[in-house]
């Protein structure tokens, strides 16, 4: 359906041209709206304080030379369709003509032949010529086949026919001559210049040299031949010495007291010339040009940088007075978003025919008339501006592609947009159900305000455009249309799910927009979890990368198995507090998308890949989510652990059991289990085997019963897989001064275990709390923190010096004797009434007794002397080689010869009692203490007495 | 220098895993000319049980086997068990993975670069999303079929690897491999890329310098592929880079619909 138009599509052809040349000078005067905001870079002028100038300003600066100064370079960079004509065109029509003479090189005239006629036009006084205009034709066509062949003896390109057949072709004398008659008919039609040689002509000179070519090798050698020919004739004829035309040039206009003023508009598609013309304006003292020139900001990057001997633009940008530039680095015009409405204003009242009559006041906005667009309209299709994905918000693609692709189209403005390739759509952000019509839907899209909960329109601009409304969306003048959700699709929401999703959709915009309260935000937190849980579980807080079967985890064991998440604001939720971390969803607008797209990813059957529009992008987020909720629960384990991380417990849990155990380790660890269970359940007591020591025996055993859980922790944090640590973790373990000294161990025994108790962190998979294996630890640590290590080595020192003495006095044992005063003992205790127990039988197997076995001893006892001495003088005792020298000397203790010793010690002391009771004499009462030698000398007595007796 | 075992394909080390290599590697760059009983040492747990069969080991050797076959470290010495090694990182001071990339993508013996040819054939199908199930399937009807038996046991070895380099996601609960760089390698390997282009900042010919030496960016017809497309759209959107589009820059690419020829590393 139509709608009132005031314009004609060829009046809006002769205004919205693609080139500002393409219209008339005053029509160009009355659409040009002022470049208000220009860059300047790289300017040497003097009073230019601000990064922008505006357009009168730049001409200001162009203007500022004096007449003899030196040449003059300008760049206007821009993106294509900026405007770099635009303000060529500008400063040509504006430029001050008594003391300036602009020379406007526009886009469409960049051959070499063009550019030369319009210099040399400009030179004599508007009348084109060549550079060898008064040499005959047939010198000039000698000329030009010469060149030729020069060019194709330089070429070193691949050619589509042979370079023989192209070099006698191009020798051939009927060749010369039929160019020669061509240039003598350009010569008649003043400048309108045709092709030298056509493919007719080729055919003709080849049948006449009597080459008999297939069809395929003649247009081979016609293409190669025509294009080296023209571009040789281009050099040859067009070129002459362009250095002399512009110095001649200059001096001509200076004598005039003017100063050239060259406008190039756009040096990107300049061919041979480029080159030879920055050349001469490159070298500054060769002339007194004030050259614009216009380029594309990749032509100046890439190949206008490659042109340059460095390779780069420095030597350009030293030489440049000033660079204007026209786009910022998003490809958009500067200062074009603030003129909008003035911008369009200025060309549609240009293209209506009646401009004196009022327009619809749906249609204007301000003081401007902008019929067929509203001020909303226009400034959404500005900004939906796209070329190749790239935003491009120029002037061109505005006037071609918004008002221009409008005002020609015969279907209503937001259909027309709807269907341009070089506007992104805007999202739909009403509830569709509603809108049956297309039209109005893309109406409401385009022109539409949008509100907190509803698109708005003013009914008039529909009713205008004819386009229905329903009668339930209008109120009152206007029409209002509940907002949804924008960017996701519900193309993808089973139907039957769509009322549900339209509805969780809309409160989660609402949350989005408002931070008020959220109902459905399970929905969204589902889809969070899932996304979040494709990375791994964010509460297993060591063994991550383990991938041994007999690793244990510690894992943050609160609530149930979902993520506790936080959405920010009056969402409903509880926020987090220190020792309960939450993922906490922020609505920041760069999340918006991915949060939609998170809450339809909660929907049934729908997979990560088709709820996310960039699954690099939602993963990243995630991963950001997953990474700080993570460290946050390492930090609330670190609260209750002081200065010591989980890995510090784990690895000093491990080595306290091996220590215990019997089984140290030093810098590399080892994972041995215990298979033995009968070490396991005397770890403990025979470490700690004194009287005094009950309650670090205690501590002992209860620390061992957690031992496999520390070697299955230590596995999953320290290892890679069952055989292999992880070698750089574990260096720096083993490195780590905290470990080194007493600090970790001191750090562990006085650390308020309270609040651990209640803390949610698990070992998993065997589910114990933490706090138990830990408890154990540190019950163990204190204590054996609060040993006197000195005194107890000082103890062993002195207990070693009384067993070397005990040894030494035993050298001239006669060990062969033994059994015999055994079994005098034995009688003895039958004589006395006195029962033998088995356990003394047991007890002395004098077997293992003999000169050697007591001189080993000994020398073991010697040895064991050295380190407890030296770590008694130790600076700071070490608890770890303590356990170490502790094991030797329990080793020592448990030899047999000792429990020999003891027991007949035992069995003397009751002997002598009993005797004592019956004889009542003073000579058999023992003496104390009870060494060896004495016990001996008892034995000697009581078998002379028996003998005696 | 001799020659390590080199005949195994190194896509058949499937027990080994991406972490395995990077912390060996790293022993051997801080300890250059380590020897094997010291690397030993490192490496394995002390154990006084007997091991007859090596097994404690064998990780070790597994992953020196890799190692040498990738050409990442080499070996100087009469046999493994008496070498002393030395790492050789094609690309000077970039991450462990990124020289990892290379070598497996560059590799001379075809064979010996299956672990990115699987990449590379997903890629070239502009494939974004593969189900575990799939991948076995996918690479018998490659061009690629005939380079040695396609096994589930070596595809899964693939895709942990790929999922350690950041090459892609292995989704465990949706049993899929995401084809989309992780941000940090893209990052990583634009960085290193553009360091080697000829035309500062081009974002296409940094691309091919991926694509030849680190991991496939380019499908089948000639476009970027779309995981890699997500991803450096991502990089950009995040700020870590800039894309942009300059006219007539001389070579541009499309990411989808949005043609860029200037990319710029930020952080």
């Not at chain 1, 969306?473 to 907002?483: A, D, T």
């Not at chain 1, 998308?593 to 990560?608: C, K, M, V, Y």
């Amino acid at each position: 359906m139509s709608y009132p138009r005031y314009w004609q599509p060829e009046r809006v052809r002769t205004v919205l041209t693609t080139e500002s040349r393409q219209k008339a000078r005053e029509l160009f005067l009355s659409t040009h709206r002022p470049f208000q905001r220009i860059r300047v870079d790289f300017c040497k002028e003097p009073d230019v304080a601000t990064p922008f100038v505006t357009e009168s300003e730049l001409r200001g600066i162009l203007h500022a030379a004096p007449l003899s100064a030196h040449n003059r370079l300008f760049f206007v960079v821009g993106e294509a369709g900026s405007g770099k004509s635009e303000l060529c065109q500008w400063l040509e029509y504006t430029a001050d003509e008594d003391s300036r003479l602009p020379i406007h090189i526009p886009r469409s005239m960049t051959t070499a032949r063009h550019v030369i006629a319009l210099l040399r036009g400009r030179l004599n006084g508007g009348r084109l010529t060549t550079a060898h205009g008064t040499a005959p034709p047939m010198v000039r066509a000698k000329h030009v086949a010469v060149s030729a062949l020069m060019l194709l003896y330089n070429t070193t390109d691949s050619l589509s026919c042979s370079r023989s057949q192209l070099e006698a072709f191009l020798s051939n004398e009927s060749l010369i001559s039929c160019m020669a008659a061509r240039l003598e008919q350009d010569d008649d039609t003043a400048g309108k210049r045709q092709r030298l040689v056509v493919e007719a002509d080729v055919e003709d000179i080849c049948s006449q040299a009597g080459w008999h070519l297939m069809p395929e090798a003649l247009a081979e050698l016609s293409a190669a031949a025509t294009d080296l020919l023209e571009r040789a004739a281009g050099e040859a004829l067009w070129l002459g010495d362009v250095h002399t035309l512009l110095t001649e040039l200059c001096s001509r206009c200076v004598q005039r007291g003017q100063r050239p003023l060259l406008l190039i508009e756009d040096i990107t598609a300049f061919q041979v010339l480029r080159d030879v013309l920055l050349d001469y304006l490159l070298d500054l003292s060769s002339g007194h040009f004030d050259a614009v020139i216009g380029v594309t900001t990749g032509f100046e990057k890439t190949q206008l940088a490659g042109a340059m001997l460095e390779g780069d633009l420095t030597h350009i940008h030293h030489r440049l007075r000033a660079r204007f530039v026209l786009t910022d680095d998003q490809g958009c015009a500067y200062g074009l978003a603030e003129d909008v409405l003035c911008f369009s204003s200025a060309y549609l009242r240009a293209v209506r025919e009646d401009r004196a009559s009022a327009m619809p006041a749906a249609f204007t906005s301000d003081s401007y008339d902008l019929y067929p667009f509203t001020e909303t309209a226009l400034v959404r299709a500005f900004s939906c501006l796209r070329e190749e994905g790239n935003v491009r918000q120029t002037p061109r693609l505005f006037l071609e592609h918004v008002l221009g692709a409008v005002l020609q189209s015969e279907d209503i403005p937001s259909v027309t947009l709807d269907r341009s390739a070089y506007l992104a759509r805007p999202p739909v952000i009403f509830r569709r159900d509603q809108i049956v019509d297309d039209r109005l839907e893309s109406l409401l899209r385009w022109y539409g305000t949008v509100k907190d909960r509803a698109v708005t329109l003013d009914a008039h601009v529909a009713d205008f455009f004819g386009v229905h409304v329903p009668p339930e969306l209008r109120q009152g003048e206007r029409i209002v249309v509940p907002r949804i959700s924008a960017g996701v699709r519900l193309d993808h929401v089973a139907l039957e799910e769509q009322p549900r999703w339209d509805n969780e959709l809309h409160e989660l915009q609402h949350w989005l927009d408002t931070g008020e309260r959220y109902p459905s935000r399970e929905t969204l937190k589902r889809g969070i979890e899932r996304i979040l849980f494709s990375l791994g579980d964010p509460r297993e807080l060591t063994g991550v990368q383990c991938r041994s079967l007999a690793a244990s985890k510690v894992v943050y064991a609160r609530g149930d198995e979902h993520l506790p998440m936080y959405l920010e604001g009056d969402s409903g939720d509880v926020p987090a507090d220190n020792q309960h971390p939450k993922i906490e969803v922020t609505r920041r607008p760069s999340e918006r998308g991915i949060l939609e797209e998170l809450a339809f990813l909660a929907l049934p059957g729908n997979e990560i890949h088709e709820a996310c529009s960039n699954l690099a992008l939602t993963l990243e987020w995630a991963q950001t989510r997953w990474q700080t909720y993570h460290v946050r629960l390492r930090d609330v384990l670190q609260t209750h652990l002081g200065d010591c991380s989980v890995e510090h417990v784990i690895w000093t849990g491990w080595r306290m059991a091996c220590a215990i155990a019997g089984t140290p380790w030093n810098e590399t660890p080892h994972i041995r289990p215990f298979s033995d269970a009968s070490i396991l359940h005397s770890a403990g007591q025979s470490l700690w085997v004194e009287a005094n020591e009950q309650s670090l025996r205690q501590a002992a055993d209860d620390l061992m019963h957690w031992h496999d859980v520390f070697r299955r922790l230590f596995i999953g944090a320290f290892m890679l897989h069952d055989t292999m640590l992880d070698p750089v973790h574990c260096a720096a373990f083993s490195a780590d001064p905290l470990l080194r000294g007493r600090h970790v161990l001191d750090q562990l025994a006085t650390l308020p275990l309270r609040p651990l108790r209640t803390a949610p962190f698990k070992i998993r998979p065997s589910g114990d709390p933490l706090y138990e294996p830990l408890a154990a630890l540190q019950r163990y640590c204190l204590l054996t923190g609060q040993l006197d290590l000195r005194r107890q080595l000082q103890l062993h020192i002195q207990e070693l010096a009384a067993r070397h003495r005990h040894l030494r006095a035993q050298r001239g044992l006669q060990f062969d004797r033994l059994p015999r005063l055994l079994e005098a003992f034995r009688l003895r205790c039958g004589q006395l009434g006195i029962a033998w127990r088995e356990e003394w039988s047991a007890a002395c197997n004098l077997d293992v007794l003999n000169a050697q076995t007591i001189r080993r001893l000994e020398d073991e006892v010697h040895e064991l002397n050295g380190p407890v001495d030296h770590a008694k003088h130790a600076d700071a005792p070490n608890v770890w080689a303590y356990h170490d020298l502790r094991h030797r000397l329990i080793a020592l203790r448990c030899h047999p010869y000792w429990q020999v010793k003891e027991t007949l010690d035992t069995v003397r002391q009751e002997l002598l009692s009993a005797a004592q009771v019956r004889y009542g004499s003073d000579r058999i009462v023992p003496a104390v203490p009870p060494t060896y030698r004495r016990v001996l000398k008892e034995l000697r007595a009581t078998e002379a007495e028996l003998t005696r007796g | 220098m001799t020659s390590p075992s080199l005949g195994r394909l190194l896509i058949s080390h499937i027990t080994l895993r991406g972490a395995d290599l990077e912390a060996i590697y790293a022993l051997i760059q801080a300890h250059e000319g380590i020897e094997y009983p010291a690397l030993r040492a490192h490496v394995t747990p002390l154990n006084t049980g007997s091991d007859d069969f090596g097994l404690q080991e064998s990780a070790l050797l597994e992953t020196l086997n890799f190692l040498l076959g990738a050409e990442l470290i080499e070996q100087r010495g009469a046999s493994r068990r008496k070498a002393a090694f030395h790492v050789t990182p094609p690309l000077v001071g970039q991450p462990f993975v990124l020289q990892l990339l290379q070598r497996l993508t560059t590799h001379h013996d075809q064979r010996q670069r299956g672990l990115s040819l699987v990449h590379r054939q997903l890629v070239t199908n502009d494939v974004l999303v593969a189900p575990f199930a799939s991948l076995r399937n996918q690479m018998e009807r490659s061009p690629y079929a005939n380079l040695f038996v396609w096994t589930h046991e070596k595809l899964a070895f693939w895709s942990h690897l790929a999922s350690f380099a950041g090459l892609v996601r292995r989704i465990e609960r949706e049993s899929c491999v995401l084809l989309a760089p992780q941000v940090r390698l893209a990052k990583d390997a634009l960085t290193w890329a553009l360091g080697s282009v000829e035309q500062e900042g081009c974002l296409a010919e940094a691309l091919e310098a991926i694509d030849q030496n680190l991991f496939a960016c380019f499908t089948s017809r000639g476009r970027v592929h779309c995981g890699l497309t997500q991803t450096l759209v991502a990089l950009h959107r995040l700020e870590y880079i800039r894309l942009l589009h300059r006219s007539d820059a001389a070579r541009s690419v499309l990411l989808g619909d949005w043609r860029v020829s200037d990319v710029t590393v930020l952080l």
